[in-house]
């Protein structure tokens, strides 16, 4: 059981204060003996939260630099100091296991202090100058300075399967509260109590630094309603939001179709394929098919870059790549799944693939309860291209072998995938060509195009694009995780002949 340093209450953090509300909705989580009820969140907190972060805008948003980069750090020191209690619970609910929990932690506060030193640089102001030419003829060009400045109060949506880096305090948070934005957060079912543990972290650090109130509020989910009254708030200005395509393009719908629409970041699904070139085929394609394997089971396959395709031409080489990709997958036991929706999910997905003529089984297991188990399927380039459904994500360790013949073929199949988060690559110098032919395609379809590697596991850095085009996202020209996310919640405002002891701070000379 939890130690003495946390009790879950259930409650709301709103502004500053823990709220009860009217209902409750119990948790459902791995270790029964973790169960606990949680305040369900209505429309009234969502407006109460919403209000606060507005105000809080007006002291928040015009703050320094260096400010806002301590109560980034005064955040990860707080979630530091409660590892051991956020390790428990998060395992209790998720049935992650601890070392991953460790690890997502690092991560996430690993984030906070990223984009607190990013903050310091001040370059992702992109600060321009163009000084006034007042004999410029024919014309005089007045003075004009540009400057990235925060947009608002941002909504953030905690994501099922990252409890800590895409959640309360995960990426979306940090990068927005790195802008100027206050932050009002739904927490996700799928781990109330690793949310609320996480709240009185970021609560420690607002009081610590003498934030104001409004700046975070954590409002546990239990219904729909939350989220729909979120989205469509008039003071929230964007959304951040990680999850399933279907909850992300409804929420999407909802802010477009608001009075004043308002952009939603979402990251909603990807099968991240992956195309093994023939002469790394012929080479190593055992060694490729094992590595897939791993990747495609770590934490039961429930990544968002899950490499869940992979390309492979027929032939000896393909058949090795195949069977020791299948003779891995046999190894890997059943594995507990974050809740019982995701479960029956992936029940369904396995599924609509097992019902497929043109799909052959290479390995079909059984699932039980919240459990999964691998399965591998084989199809060839022409069915998939004519069965859209074959490139629908399932959430979890089920693999695609799609067969192609020659060249030709891979390129085809390469321009028939939708948006993507990541693309891979495996190729050997004799693949150059192939690999040149395939490269232009592939950037175009994803955020990151890899080479000779897997996909799963994001590494949080400058460089860094975790997003593509529709449905990897619903804004290709964005991303989810490094320091260029902040980007989403800046907007440029250029001031033109404005006296210089009116600009802010970072724009006077």
């Not at 781990?191 to 409002?219: C, D, F, N, R």
Request: charged residues 20%.
């Amino acid at each position: 059981m939890l130690d003495d340093t946390f009790k879950p209450h259930g409650r709301h953090l709103i502004a500053g204060e823990w709220v009860e509300g009217d209902s409750t909705f119990a948790s459902e989580p791995v270790a029964a003996e973790a169960a606990h009820d949680f305040s369900v969140g209505t429309p009234a907190h969502v407006d109460r939260a919403c209000a606060a972060a507005e105000e809080a805008f007006w002291t928040y948003g015009y703050s320094d630099r260096e400010t806002r980069a301590g109560f980034l750090d005064a955040i990860a020191d707080a979630i530091e100091a409660r590892g051991d209690a956020i390790t428990e619970i998060g395992t209790q609910e998720t049935g992650l296991p601890e070392a991953r929990l460790q690890g997502e932690r690092g991560r996430t506060t690993g984030q906070l202090r990223l984009f607190a030193e990013h903050l310091r640089k001040g370059d992702y102001l992109d600060r321009r100058h163009d000084a006034a030419l007042p004999d410029r003829q024919p014309l005089p060009r007045p003075d004009l300075r540009m400057i990235q400045r925060p947009i608002g109060p941002v909504a953030v949506f905690g994501a099922s399967n990252f409890p800590l880096a895409f959640s309360t305090a995960g990426g979306d948070t940090a990068a927005a509260l790195a802008a100027g934005c206050p932050v009002v957060v739904k927490g996700h079912s799928a781990h109330p109590g690793t949310a609320e543990i996480v709240a009185e972290a970021v609560l420690e650090a607002v009081e610590k630094t003498g934030m104001p109130a409004g700046v975070y509020s954590m409002i546990q989910g239990g219904t729909r309603e939350v989220g729909q009254a979120l989205v469509q708030h008039p003071l929230i200005r964007a959304v951040g939001f990680t999850g399933s395509l279907a909850g992300g393009r409804a929420l999407f719908d909802l802010c477009a179709q608001r009075p004043e629409p308002i952009p939603f970041y979402g990251e909603l699904g990807s099968v991240n394929p992956m195309f093994v070139l023939p002469a790394a085929a012929k080479s190593r394609g055992a060694e490729i098919g094992r590595g897939w394997a791993g990747s495609l089971t770590m934490g039961a396959g429930q990544f968002c870059t899950n490499p869940g395709i992979a390309v492979v031409e027929r032939g000896e080489a393909g058949d090795a790549f195949v069977a020791a990709a299948k003779a891995a997958l046999e190894d890997v036991g059943p594995q507990s799944m974050l809740t019982d929706g995701i479960a029956r999910a992936y029940r369904d997905g396995q599924a609509r693939f097992g019902g497929r003529n043109a799909v052959r089984a290479l390995l079909e297991t059984g699932q039980e309860g919240r459990s999964a188990s691998p399965n591998l399927y084989e199809t060839d380039a022409e069915a998939y291209l004519q069965d859209h459904a074959l490139g629908a994500e399932v959430f979890g360790p089920l693999g695609l072998v799609v067969r192609v013949t020659g060249p030709d073929d891979m390129e085809r199949l390469a321009r028939g995938f939708e948006g993507q988060l990541t693309a891979t690559l495996h190729l050997d110098e004799d693949d150059a060509a192939l690999g040149r032919r395939l490269l232009p395609i592939l950037e175009r379809k994803a955020g990151r195009v890899l080479a000779n590697g897997f996909p799963t596991g994001v590494e949080v850095a400058d460089a860094m694009v975790h997003g593509g085009p529709y449905p990897a996202s619903t804004n290709f020209g964005a991303t989810s995780v490094g320091t260029l996310s902040i980007r989403r919640f800046l907007r440029p405002v250029c001031y033109q002949n404005i006296p210089e002891a009116l600009l802010p701070e970072d724009l006077r000379n």
